[in-house]
């Protein structure tokens, strides 16, 4: 990649002071993606909910039993002065399996596939560079990544029992995970180290 397009790929976008920006994202279960997304720097609140289905107001019974088109999906609120959409992505794409499009570890059907939701042509953009990079860091084709692209319609927060789970029952959420098979995937596709110290800086 030439420098100075490395250059802008990782710089933050401008910002006003107060401004903030908002993400999108479905990596399964989606208690895992808002604890893992959470705890980064310049992340502001991340709530738990649903998009990509045409169903309004969909519950968690209706999303999770199939047919309503929407994925569990994690809203992002972060600071674009500390934190860059183009950073967040590459931290979304290593707490997924990308290679993955029938789930997510041990949660299997739709709603659980991965999606980035772009809410404009420059998410779209970068979303797509992201894309690329992550197949290159896996060694892997375009063609062999299951993660979608697609335009945001509508983010529906879930309910008030799915918010901040990780936090509010530790225990059930720490076993969820280990039995889900999560971070032993995780750690088979992109290294022990990958998701530690930092690395995406």
Known sequence: MPLLLAALWWWPLPALAGESAEAVLAGGCFWCLEHD?????GVLDVESGYSGGRLANPTYRQVSGGGSGHQESVRVRFDPRR???PTLLRVYWRNIDPLDGGGQFCDRGDSYRPVIFTADEQQRV???????AAAGELGRSLESLAVRIQPLQRFWPAEAYHQNYARREPLKYNYYRWACGRDRRLDQLWGARARSSSPWR
């Open 37 to 41: 997304l959470e705890k980064l720097p």
């Open 83 to 85: 934190l860059s959409y």
């Open 126 to 132: 970068a979303a797509q560079a992201s894309r690329r």
